[in-house]
């Protein structure tokens, strides 16, 4: 998982990326590439 400053550009990169708020922590996950996995902070 990476660890980034902005999620917008990473969102981009593939189609099934969602951006998702948990705990007061932002993600980005793939259900279908699970290599595309980040968070914010």
């Given at each position: ?10 969102k ?30």
């Amino acid at each position: 998982m990476k660890i980034v400053n902005s999620l917008k550009s990473l969102k981009g990169r593939h189609r099934d990326n969602r951006v998702i708020r948990r705990r007061g922590r932002v993600y980005v996950i793939n259900k279908t590439q699970g290599r595309f996995k980040a968070r914010q902070g």
